[in-house]
């Protein structure tokens, strides 16, 4: 039995199928190595930690911005604390930030965590107005139970723990 139909009409078919086969293989396994640096997944601090993202891997990262954690440096350099319900991510940035950026408003900061688990930005966005903020983080947020729209509560790690110490007076 031969692979070959007997056919002149279906050989010659089956012959242009298996040439263009490899290229179109071809062609499609280098779009996906070109398109492989340019994904950028979001997380929020709880889902980085969950996702054990490798360091130098592009990300962007959303919470809002922990009260008294902007550190501002000498040269331009600023740290601060992005939090979600469940955990907080220390992040790092060099540059102007965004006029609208304070503490406890939504951000998104796109870069990458470095060898010590801090994340280096390279750009953060805030909202832009009182209503607005990226819909991953308010769909995020809402999933921890964390969401401040719509007449919400301050978030948890704001709130006086009922201990006494270690959380911080809600500031409005």
Do not use: C
């Amino acid at each position: 039995m031969s692979f070959w139909p007997k056919s002149r009409k279906a050989r010659r078919r089956l012959t242009i199928l298996l040439a263009i086969a490899p290229v179109l293989a071809l062609a499609v396994g280098l779009a996906m190595y070109g398109l492989r640096d340019s994904i950028s997944l979001f997380y929020t601090p709880a889902q980085a930690k969950a996702a054990n993202v490798a360091p130098g891997r592009k990300v962007q990262l959303g919470g809002l911005v922990q009260h008294g954690s902007v550190v501002k440096h000498p040269g331009g350099d600023v740290d601060f604390v992005v939090a979600d319900q469940q955990a907080t991510a220390k992040v790092s940035y060099h540059g102007d930030l965004p006029d609208l950026f304070r503490e406890g408003q939504g951000i998104v900061a796109e870069g990458s965590f470095d060898q010590s688990g801090t994340f280096v930005a390279k750009q953060v966005l805030a909202k832009h107005d009182e209503r607005y903020m990226p819909r991953e983080v308010a769909k995020a947020l809402k999933q921890q139970g964390e969401w401040r729209g719509d007449g919400a509560g301050a978030p948890s790690y704001d709130r006086p723990s009922p201990q006494g110490g270690g959380g911080r007076e809600a500031t409005g």
